[in-house]
């Protein structure tokens, strides 16, 4: 079965090439989000609960165990940010409402977000990488995207507008 939210993610097929079915959103690892007031947009980054049953060789090969992408919510309104400090793992739950419109929440410890926007959600810049004793995404990705194979093997500063803004 397809959790709900990954019936309102446009381009679904680039999630679909790696899970059987998409993993739910519970729990996940937020570790940034990026918001744009042209739009106004905001993407989350975070580590999806399982990793992918059908992995790239080359994923395999090098012992990743972690999924990372980003998740693009358009026309967002009502945004509240309470406690950021990430990582933050919880449930992200994304909720239809009336207008095509849905309402996303993230609760966990002393964080709280939500907001609504548009019911079209985008994935992208998605990779694979092998999870560290400290808990850090910083080591190396395997990204699937062939522009990002070619810019990035490792996280960009979080200043990186083309990386975080784009998905």
């Known amino acids: 079965m397809t959790p709900a939210w990954a019936g309102l993610v ?3 097929a680039v999630l679909t090439d790696f899970y059987t ?6 729990p996940v690892t937020v570790r940034s989000l990026y918001l744009d007031r042209r739009g106004p947009t905001l993407t989350l980054r975070f580590d999806l609960s399982g990793f992918p049953d059908r992995p790239r060789p080359e994923w395999e090969q090098n012992g990743c165990d972690m999924f990372q992408c980003q998740l693009q919510f358009l026309a967002v309104d009502d945004f509240l940010l309470r406690g950021w400090h990430p990582p933050v793992t919880g449930s992200l739950d994304i909720e239809p409402t009336e207008e095509r419109r849905v309402l996303v929440r993230l609760g966990a410890g002393g964080t709280r977000l939500t907001f609504s926007s548009s019911d079209s959600l985008t994935v992208g810049k998605m990779s694979a990488y092998r999870s560290s004793a400290d808990g850090t995404d910083r080591g190396h990705h395997y990204y699937v995207g062939k522009v ?12 990186e507008k083309t990386f975080y803004g784009r998905v």
Do not use: C, K, T
């Open 21 to 26: 079915s998409p993993p739910p959103l519970e």
């Open 148 to 159: 990002d194979q070619m810019r990035y093997d490792v996280l960009p500063d979080l200043g």
């Open 10 to 12: 446009r381009n679904l």
